[in-house]
């Protein structure tokens, strides 16, 4: 099993930055990929960005490229999506995940991140 435990969420005014960080433990050692997702009210929830847990391969969502970092920490077991100007559009819950090498889906709690115009 791996536990996840995110941080950083709060309300920002459009424009400004948040970061938000991952905590993992328990079964780190199997952990392939991590991600963040997002869930705003009345949507699906959506991924916005991953990395692969040993090359540090990173992708992104087309509405956060260049706006969204996402970066990690192998000794910490941390992974960290520093995001910079936010926009309303961004308000959502967001999600840590990891995918362990055997293909076992874990989630955070959810973070609320909200972004005021």
Known sequence: QVQLVESGGGLVQAGGSLRLSCAASGRTWSIYNMAWFRQAPGKER???AHIVWSGGTTGYAD????RFT???DNAKNTVTLQMNSLKPEDTAVY???ARDSYSNDYWGQGTQVTVSS
């Open 46 to 48: 959506e991924i916005v």
């Open 63 to 66: 509405s956060v490229k260049g």
């Open 70 to 72: 996402i970066s990690r």
């Open 95 to 97: 999600y840590c995940a």
